[in-house]
């Protein structure tokens, strides 16, 4: 198949499409009987590792996720690198305690850790502990450098989980050791803390690449308008992380990314319906004119 273009994050090759994992974890922004939903259908590796695979034929080899705690999740990807050959590069965004106490430290610390016992190779703040460390007095992001320096001390590379603007800001402002952030970014603005535009002009002067996600809107936008519109309004060295429930959504999301990097008109079904549209062609893909 295919194999999905690619950039680099701290000389690490990742591919411009990562692997979600809110589809995989029961994180589906909707009602608690969709995450109960997904939840029962990825409570074991095997399914874990079908998904994974279906990636993995394009090459998308990194996955986004909060690995520590999620043993099924884990063992997914190791038996889908087993059947395939291939290794999946891990992005961890563990939420760690930023108290500014010895105690909290140790926590801090411990939680780093076990970032790299799950084998990932960046662990990026989950937003809501790097939030709390933000100044916008001072515009900093006071204490930051010792988590970064933790981070390093694992063997990770570090990074920052972002809902807040400020996070690429301040970093890049003080040139703190971050290499790489995740952004939320989505044509509806959804959970987005300032308007799409003011985001975008963000993601394109950050000096690191940046790690969209939301680019659906958890569902509230096709893939068709989510991905078009992502791929569309960044840079070439940033990415898109995408979250899938079955392998056939992969298919079909993966060649929808394909043809908005492409400038093409995707090859994909039209939606089923009592009644479906006159228009001519409007169940099938088509061809760019």
């Given at each position: 198949?295919?194999q999905?273009?690619?950039?680099?994050v701290?000389?690490?090759?990742?591919?411009?499409l990562?692997?979600?994992?809110?589809w995989?974890?029961?994180?589906?922004?909707t009602s608690?009987?969709?995450?109960?939903?997904?939840r029962?259908?990825?409570?074991?590796?095997?399914?874990?590792?079908?998904?994974?695979?279906a990636?993995?034929?394009?090459?998308?080899?990194?996955?986004m996720?909060?690995?520590?705690?999620?043993?099924?999740?884990?063992d997914?990807?190791?038996?889908a690198?087993?059947k395939?050959?291939q290794?999946?590069?891990?992005?961890?965004?563990?939420?760690i305690?930023?108290?500014?106490?010895?105690?909290?430290?140790?926590?801090?610390?411990?939680?780093?850790?076990?970032?790299?016992?799950?084998?990932a190779?960046?662990?990026?703040?989950?937003?809501s502990?790097?939030?709390k460390?933000v100044?916008?007095?001072?515009g900093?992001?006071?204490?930051?450098?010792?988590?970064?320096?933790?981070?390093?001390?694992?063997?990770?590379i570090?990074?920052?989980?972002?809902?807040m603007?400020?996070?690429?800001?301040?970093?890049?402002?003080?040139?703190?050791?971050?290499?790489?952030?995740?952004?939320?970014?989505?044509?509806?603005?959804?959970l987005?803390?300032?308007?799409v535009?003011?985001?975008?002009k963000?993601?394109?002067?950050?000096?690191?690449?940046?790690?969209?996600?939301?680019?659906?809107?958890?569902?509230?936008?096709?893939?068709?308008?989510g991905?078009?519109?992502?791929?569309?309004?960044?840079?070439?060295?940033?990415?898109?992380?995408?979250g899938?429930?079955?392998?056939?959504?992969?298919?079909?999301?993966v060649?929808?990314a394909?043809?908005?990097?492409?400038?093409?008109?995707?090859?994909?079904?039209?939606?089923?319906?009592?009644n479906?549209?006159?228009?001519?062609?409007?169940?099938?893909?088509?061809q760019?004119?």
């Amino acid at each position: 198949m295919t194999q999905f273009p690619r950039t680099e994050v701290a000389g690490i090759s990742l591919p411009r499409l990562l692997m979600g994992s809110n589809w995989i974890l029961g994180y589906s922004h909707t009602s608690t009987s969709a995450d109960a939903m997904i939840r029962d259908r990825y409570a074991t590796k095997e399914a874990v590792a079908e998904l994974v695979e279906a990636y993995l034929s394009y090459g998308i080899d990194a996955m986004m996720a909060p690995f520590a705690g999620n043993q099924a999740l884990l063992d997914g990807i190791r038996l889908a690198e087993d059947k395939t050959g291939q290794k999946v590069t891990l992005i961890d965004t563990p939420i760690i305690d930023v108290a500014d106490t010895q105690q909290a430290r140790k926590a801090a610390m411990a939680k780093i850790e076990s970032s790299r016992r799950c084998g990932a190779d960046f662990c990026l703040i989950h937003h809501s502990s790097a939030e709390k460390l933000v100044s916008k007095l001072k515009g900093t992001l006071d204490r930051l450098p010792d988590y970064l320096d933790m981070i390093r001390q694992c063997g990770m590379i570090p990074g920052l989980s972002a809902h807040m603007p400020e996070l690429i800001l301040y970093s890049d402002q003080n040139e703190y050791d971050v290499q790489t952030y995740v952004q939320l970014y989505n044509c509806a603005g959804f959970l987005m803390q300032v308007e799409v535009e003011y985001i975008s002009k963000v993601i394109w002067n950050a000096k690191k690449p940046v790690m969209t996600i939301k680019s659906m809107a958890a569902g509230r936008v096709s893939p068709y308008v989510g991905l078009t519109f992502s791929f569309a309004s960044i840079r070439p060295c940033d990415m898109v992380t995408l979250g899938a429930h079955t392998p056939a959504e992969v298919h079909e999301d993966v060649e929808i990314a394909l043809a908005a990097i492409e400038r093409r008109y995707p090859v994909m079904g039209g939606r089923n319906s009592p009644n479906q549209s006159a228009i001519p062609g409007a169940r099938g893909g088509g061809q760019a004119r």
